[in-house]
């Protein structure tokens, strides 16, 4: 068939079939070999990602069925209005939604453990025995780690506090509304963990929100405009503020804070080896533009087209990759369809047992950790039984070599990522500016990544390049391909 007759069919393919040595492998399994780890350590009992979420919210409705069975469900009932909760914002909770998780670790933390000394049922008390033995922390610990998760969901998508405290959460042209809502003590501790993470804008905001806490607002706005005029060290150490004071009685220092602002700005900006680090602290809006805009996005450019990528290959063409240019430089693409419903829920579930958890900092997770760093479980796997199936696509699909076995370095070993309440990947460069000792006794470093999405039914979770102005919905089953090295100026 000649390419003009290709051109002409009208046949549509379903799945990707490639030849017999790309698609088969004798081993169907995860198998872990020295670039990855063993089964998660059991002993970490946290609620962490978003199957963790899931299958603790499974097991509290496990427990409601049976206390609403028994002579304790009176005694439950009324422990539920002390505690100010109806027992339809458990049953009907969106364990998707923000906030209907924020209060589900309260139940865990608080409500539950109150409940079990006043219920009389001995099997209702082992099951509650067994659900806090399996998640249960203190709320100090889930607390750190909501609210900043919260203040994440907030500050990366530029939503209105308000919305969030009353359960609503705007992206796109759509609005997800949660069962339960945020207290005003909820509102106070998230306005806290702002503050203690030197967000001063999200601090006064949170505050602002609420009427009940005029009093701390008023306090915080004061705190906001002294920061404005300690200008040098609030610059330096990377405090988020407005750009003007709150109060119109402020210093005049902290009337001139814009003006200090802006020449940091241009110092800042002006050097090209940490323009990351501008993007984040004078140009977030930028940030915040690509993170709350619904699907790609990129400048509209001659080149950023969508094609059929068939690389001349028979096989191929009969289905081609499907393959949207977003940037040139650095290049970024994505590739749709390119991983399939019954491979996502294989990964999904043989990583499952794997998953450990990871924090945000490189410091060992043995040590004394922030809960504010903790976002993620992560998985790892060198590339081997059904891994080998999808590594020869993507090889097929890239046309780099991801994996020589005779040289261990061509790539990272596998990493699933399950995200939890407000999970994210801060700003960072994949690769050093300059070359370091350790990338080059490897042969270089990295210059590309990849990444897959398995999740579908996504709000947020775009992958974005400020500098380049793209950014990349997480679309189920396609996978990202960009450059961490600049082709065209070096």
């Known amino acids: 068939m000649s390419d003009s007759d290709y051109i002409k069919t009208v046949w549509t393919v379903d799945k990707i079939r490639m030849r017999v040595d790309y698609e088969t492998s004798e081993e169907f399994h995860f198998a872990v070999n020295g670039d990855g780890h063993g089964l998660a350590d059991k002993s970490n009992k946290v609620i962490l990602s978003f199957n963790d979420i899931q299958v603790c919210y499974s097991k509290e409705l496990d427990i409601v069925n049976a206390i609403l069975n028994t002579e304790d469900k009176n005694d439950f009932i009324n422990t539920l209005g002390e505690f100010k909760i109806e027992l339809d914002t458990i049953t009907q909770s969106d364990m998707s939604h923000p906030v209907d998780i924020f209060n589900l670790y309260k139940r865990v933390s608080i409500f539950w453990k109150e409940t079990q000394q006043i219920l009389k049922s001995v ?49 796109g042209d759509k609005i997800y509304k949660s069962k339960s809502k945020l207290t005003w003590n909820d509102v106070k501790l998230i306005a806290n963990e702002a503050k203690q993470d030197k967000k001063l804008d999200l601090y006064v905001r949170w505050l602002q929100s609420v009427p009940e806490l005029n009093n701390e607002y008023e306090t915080a706005a004061r705190v906001h405009d002294l920061a404005l005029s300690n200008w040098k060290k609030t610059l330096g150490t990377g405090v988020r503020t407005f750009i003007d004071p709150i109060y119109t009685n402020a210093s005049e220092t902290a009337k001139r804070f814009r003006h200090f602002f802006k020449e940091q700005m241009n110092m800042t900006c002006g050097n090209p080896k940490i323009i990351h680090t501008c993007k984040y602290q004078f140009q977030f809006r930028e940030i915040q533009k690509l993170c709350k805009e619904y699907g790609h996005t990129s400048a509209p450019r001659p080149e950023n087209i969508c094609s059929n990528i068939n690389y001349k290959d028979p096989y191929l063409k009969l289905g081609p990759f499907k393959l949207e240019h977003l940037n040139t430089e650095p290049f970024v693409e994505v590739f749709h369809n390119i991983i399939y419903d019954d491979e996502i829920q294989w990964m999904k579930d043989m990583s499952r047992d794997y998953m450990d958890l990871a924090y945000l900092t490189g410091d060992s997770k043995d040590k004394v950790q922030d809960p504010g760093s903790l976002r993620v479980k992560v998985a790892h796997f060198g590339t081997t039984g059904q891994l080998r199936i999808l590594n020869n696509r993507f090889e097929l699909a890239t046309t780099l070599t991801i994996q020589n076995p005779n040289y261990r370095y061509n790539s990272e070993s596998y990493q699933v990522v399950d995200f939890g309440l407000g999970g994210i990947t801060e700003i960072h460069l994949d690769e050093a500016e300059l070359p370091t000792v350790s990338s080059v006794s490897i042969g270089g470093g990295f210059f590309a990544t990849n990444i897959l999405y398995l999740s579908n039914n996504i709000a947020g979770g775009k992958t974005v390049f400020p500098d380049a102005g793209v950014g990349v919905y997480p679309e189920y089953g396609a996978m990202i391909h960009f450059s961490t090295k600049e082709y065209l100026k070096s």
Do not use: C, T
Request: no cysteine; aromatic share 14%; glycine share 4%.
């Open 123 to 171: 099997s209702v008390k082992r099951l509650i025995d067994s659900f806090l033995e399996d998640f249960h922390q203190e709320w100090k610990f889930y607390a750190r780690m909501n609210a900043v998760g919260l203040l994440n969901i907030q500050m990366y998508h530029d939503l209105d506090p308000r919305d969030i405290i009353n359960g609503l959460i705007k992206y």
